[in-house]
């Protein structure tokens, strides 16, 4: 069975950090690019980051480029999101979600874990 | 930024009906354009990639269709269960974008 779990959302001040990381399980993980795609309290769906089946391909939204870091350990089956300098308007609902093309991707999320919710404030 | 519009924002249906919600990109994002569909406290489902490729397991009754700038989804044979937000989103360009969602609700 295919699996996508989130852990590590929290209340956070703003400008701390968070780590949120995403283990998966049921498919062959370095198989497929991954993406993060938040969604703050009543609003539409937004993209943040995505990452190659390999890790050497990454993409930002400009909103978080330079504060967050996408990372993958194929070894462990382990996405991982490093926000730095959290805003505010971080708030969201934090999912994981993997391509569904295997080797390269095609930008889309068809398996997606629960999500994890970030809190950011004073 | 690639900015996604869908029309119409809600729509109201009934069972049985045929519904078409349609998605434009303000600039050309080929055919890499994906629908989802978003219930109240769930992740959202992928049910089309590619404008017009189903995702295995979701019923025929979705259809998707379109490239270049104008995309449309089309849910025919109304089921309840249908009622939902709906997203679209462009993978052509980074950084990838979603419209705003279009709620739908079975009368």
């Known amino acids: 069975e295919v699996q996508v779990v989130e852990s590590g959302g929290g209340l956070v001040q703003p400008g701390g950090s968070l780590r949120l990381s995403c283990e998966v399980s049921?498919?062959?993980?370095?198989?497929?690019?991954m993406n993060w795609v938040r969604q703050a309290p009543g609003k539409g769906l937004k993209w943040v980051s995505l990452?190659?089946?390999?890790?050497?391909?990454?993409y930002y939204a400009d909103s978080v480029k330079g504060r967050f870091t996408i990372s993958r350990d194929n070894s462990k089956n382990t996405l991982y999101l490093q926000m730095n300098s959290l805003r505010v308007e971080d708030t969201a609902v934090y999912y994981c979600?993997?391509?569904?093309?295997?080797?390269?991707?095609?930008?889309?999320?068809?398996?997606w874990g629960q999500g994890t919710l970030v809190t950011v404030s004073s | 930024d690639v900015q996604m519009t869908q029309s119409p924002s809600s729509v109201f249906a009934s069972v049985g009906d045929t519904v078409t919600i349609t998605c434009r990109a303000s600039?050309?994002?080929?055919?890499?354009l994906a629908w989802y569909q978003e219930k109240p406290g769930k992740a959202p489902k992928l049910l089309i990639y590619?404008?017009?490729s189903l995702l295995s397991g979701v019923p025929s009754r979705f259809s998707g269709s379109g490239s270049g700038t104008d995309f449309t989804l089309t849910i025919s044979n109304l089921q309840p269960e249908d009622s939902a937000t709906y997203y679209c989103?462009?993978?052509?360009?980074?950084?990838?974008?979603f419209g705003q969602g279009t709620n739908l609700e079975i009368k």
């Open positions: 979600a993997k391509d569904p093309h295997v080797g390269s991707w095609v930008g889309a999320s068809d398996i």
């Open positions: 049921g498919f062959t993980f370095s198989d497929f690019a």
């Open positions: 990452i190659s089946g390999s890790g050497r391909s990454i």
């Open positions: 600039q050309g994002v080929r055919n890499y």
């Open positions: 590619s404008a017009s």
């Open positions: 989103q462009q993978a052509n360009t980074f950084p990838y974008t």
